[in-house]
């Protein structure tokens, strides 16, 4: 069965740090995109960061020059380095991957519980 495992989240003051660590623990064919979303209290998922299988980035504007994605294909994990956190980052993260469970099936979504980010002011 696959399963995103999320770590990482927790308190912080604004200006600090925090890394995300999402990894599957299942077994499957193949995973090609990953990504990073956040739903912040009262608002709707919103798009963080995506990575493809060969390391293409995109970044929401909200996190440019601030947020890193990577990802460790071998590990079948990705990462996001939160800097220079602000109060307005807090929100729920989820961990979100385009995952082909066997050979000659199309991929599905597949979503992690989801981590909290508290960032105070």
């Known amino acids: 069965q696959v399963q995103l495992v999320e770590s990482g989240g927790g308190l912080v003051q604004a200006g600090g740090s925090l890394r995300l660590s999402c990894t599957n623990s299942?077994?499957?064919?193949?995973?090609?995109?990953m990504g990073w979303y956040r739903q912040p209290p009262g608002k709707q998922r919103e798009l963080v960061a995506t990575?493809?299988?060969?390391?293409?980035?995109n970044y929401a504007d909200s996190a440019k020059g601030r947020f890193t994605i990577s990802r460790d294909n071998a590990k079948k994990t990705v990462f996001l380095q939160m800097n220079s956190l602000k109060p307005e980052d807090t929100a729920v993260y989820y961990c979100?991957?385009?995952?082909?469970?066997?050979?000659?099936?199309?991929?599905?979504?597949?979503w992690g519980q989801g981590t909290l980010v508290s960032v105070s002011s």
């Open positions: 990575i493809t299988k060969d390391g293409t980035t």
């Open positions: 979100n991957a385009q995952i082909r469970r066997w050979i000659g099936v199309p991929e599905s979504d597949y």
């Open positions: 299942g077994m499957v064919f193949s995973i090609n995109g």
